[in-house]
């Protein structure tokens, strides 16, 4: 397995960040070829040392990095990254890599 993890910084009006993640971003998201499972953070995004700069993450579980690499070459996968430009106006860390268990 692998993971996508879509770390999005503190935007400039969170309440208008949620509301348009929601109702726009996941249903564009979804569409992407070959996630198996998409996952949400709730509640603060802290660090073992208190708050983060980090608002909201999300985890999109694929079968190899290979999988997520066609998927975001895909044109549901090129809408989803264009869209993200349109609401994280905090910022965004994205990573992927291979999974196992430990």
Do not use: C, W
């Amino acid at each position: 397995m692998a993971r996508l993890v879509v770390m999005y910084r503190t935007p400039k009006d969170p309440a208008a960040f949620d509301k348009y993640y929601f109702e726009t971003h996941v249903p564009i998201a979804k569409k992407i070829p070959g996630v198996r499972k998409y996952e949400i953070s709730q509640g603060p995004v802290g660090t073992p040392a208190g708050p983060s700069d980090y608002h909201f993450v999300a985890m999109l579980h694929f079968d190899d990095v290979a999988a997520i690499q066609n998927a975001f070459a895909s044109p549901e996968g090129q809408a989803a990254v264009a869209d993200v430009q349109v609401f994280a106006t905090g910022g965004v860390d994205i990573y992927m890599f291979e999974n196992r268990d430990a």
